[in-house]
């Protein structure tokens, strides 16, 4: 008996007849992972479904978990300067959360987008939904282009500028004439460009500002007309 319950006090075990320690939790198998990270996509269907949604936007992005200690999977990442885990999250523009996935701390910002991204499509498409997707420069990658494409979603996500784009937008980047207003001034471009890892042609929006604290240009490639 004594036996028994010294080996029941132990944190996270079941004391089996043979004396042996059991975890409490068994470990989650592939099924069960899957089921659990479709578990938020069930409950906003549940409650959409009062009032269907023609369309969504999907925002993609990764975030850390700061850890402590020797946690399985948690590793030093140097962009964020500290050891953590580097989870990715898929919302849409309702403030929902449609899918995530937990990954290793050290992994590229978009390691793991087309699990995390496409059970989603999948299950708008059969809701008859009309998607739009937006990223930051992480997942400007040719994959991820030509899978929306494919899938027939409108996208815009940023991609770093370089020599060939601001040369597209010199026009731009001269000092507005005159004297400076007291708000930020923003002027745009529209202009099709080709990376060399591009299979085609992409239309490339940029945006420039003018103002306090400074000029800020962010460049999107996009698959919208307008």
Known sequence: MDRWWSCRRQAGGIC???GAVRD????ASDDNISVLASLSGAWIDRVRDRKPPEDIILDMD???NPTHGAQEGTAYNGYFGCTCYHPLFLFNHLGDLERCSLRFGNVHSAKGWRDVFKPVVERYKKRKVRLYFRGDAAFASPDL???REAEDILYAIRIKANKVLQEHIAHLLRHPVGRPPKYVQQFHASFSYRARSWDRKRRVVAKVEWGIPANCIPVLVSS???
Do not use: A, K, N
């Open 24 to 27: 409490r939790v068994p470990r």
């Open 16 to 18: 089996q007849p043979d």
């Open 224 to 226: 919208s007309p307008i």
């Open 62 to 64: 990764s975030s850390i």
């Open 145 to 147: 282009y030509e899978y």
